[in-house]
């Protein structure tokens, strides 16, 4: 049985998990604006990301005997100014995510609950693949100065990219 404390912080976080969906749903609308559909696909799969995230910690607390209640989800940023700040904006929300989950990592050490720790440590994992993905880009948009054919290739680039829901639970 899971915890108030675990049961409630685990709560909080399904909603930044959803709010994340809703965010790279607004990116992925700015770049169909701009017409890079490669950059609206990368985002539309990162979407489906934190869908996976949010519905991973629905089922935990559920099989813990816990509850899930959800709660209003936060209006995300419809314009932005450049590829290079959507993606600095998205590796800045990363880094905060990480520390989310640091914290509640921390809750479940507290607590003495292996259960979820070891669950949590899938999370903590996943949080270095999303900081680098996005850092990854952050670096290739700044070689190429954000523009000419290098965006036109970075687009053609993450056209490829595709969801693919991770085995290992
Ligand atoms: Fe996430
Ligand atoms: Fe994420």
Known sequence: ???????????????????????????????????????????????????????????FVNERGGRVYFQKIDQPETE???????FEKALEHEQYVSSLINKLMDIAIKENDHASKSFLTWYVDEQVEEEDSMDTIVNKLKIIKGQGNGLLMLDKELAARTFTPPTTD
């Open 80 to 86: 932005f100014k450049s590829p290079i700040s959507v």
């Open 1 to 59: 049985m899971i915890s108030q404390k675990m049961q409630d912080a685990i709560n909080q976080q399904i909603n930044k998990e959803l709010y994340s969906e809703y965010l790279y749903l607004s990116m992925a609308a700015y770049f169909s604006a701009q017409g890079l559909s490669g950059f609206e696909n990368f985002f539309l799969v990162q979407a489906e990301e934190e869908r996976f995230h949010a519905l991973k910690f629905y089922h």
